[in-house]
């Protein structure tokens, strides 16, 4: 596994659009091995292909661990990810990203979701997720198409700057 470079939002492959993946090789399994690797080593919650500069259609997400959640603290590979549902309950939240470093702003999403997506095989899944991994996924689902959660804010207080001395213990970076 190795790490990669994380690009920043004005990386112009931050705003393209991501192709869908059609090999499932070794290589896949490789690139979705990096990119778990780099989002922990980052501390991030989610990480898609655009920000470590590859423009397929993959993403990946790890919530932090919480016993009331089943769905935290196990890793996700997504790869040519399509929402097939979307609740009506929308929640406005905080979210941070690795390409925006420094910045949280609240951000309206869908409080849960239904998703289907390739493995790393190439084997058809379907998820559930609510609540913050339902976030984390629209953020990520986001990126495979160039849009960025600053993009969703209009208010400027909405938006603001943290430095790492803060204790930002619920802001999250993906
Ligand atoms: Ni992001």
């Known amino acids: 596994m190795a790490i990669r470079e994380i690009f920043f939002a004005d990386d112009p492959r931050l705003r393209q659009q991501a192709k869908k993946i059609k090999?499932?090789?070794p290589?896949?399994?490789?690139?979705?091995?990096?990119?778990?690797?780099?989002?922990?080593?980052a501390s991030g919650?989610?990480?898609?292909?655009?920000?470590?500069g590859v423009m397929?259609?993959?993403?990946?997400?790890?919530i932090p661990e919480d016993e009331d959640d089943p769905d935290s603290g196990k890793p996700f590979v997504l790869i040519n990810p399509e929402f097939t549902k979307l609740s009506d309950d929308i929640e406005e939240g905080q979210e941070g990203c690795l390409s925006i470093p420094g910045w949280i702003g609240l951000v309206n999403r869908h409080t849960a979701l239904e998703v289907k997506a390739r493995t790393v095989t190439g084997k058809r899944i379907k998820l559930k997720a609510t609540d913050f991994l339902a976030r984390v996924f629209?953020?990520?689902?986001?990126?495979?198409?160039?849009?960025?959660f600053i993009d969703y804010i209009t208010e400027k207080e909405k938006l603001w700057q943290v430095t790492p001395e803060d204790d930002e213990e619920d802001a999250f970076e993906e």
């Not at 397929?56 to 790890?62: K, P």
């Not at 629209?138 to 849009?147: F, P, S, W, Y």
Request: charged share 30%; glycine share 10%; hydrophobic share 45%.
């Open 23 to 25: 090999d499932f090789g």
């Open 138 to 148: 629209q953020h990520e689902r986001d990126h495979l198409d160039g849009i960025l």
């Open 56 to 62: 397929q259609r993959i993403f990946v997400a790890e």
């Open 45 to 52: 919650v989610g990480l898609a292909g655009p920000q470590i």
């Open 27 to 41: 290589k896949l399994k490789k690139l979705a091995d990096d990119m778990l690797e780099t989002m922990h080593a």
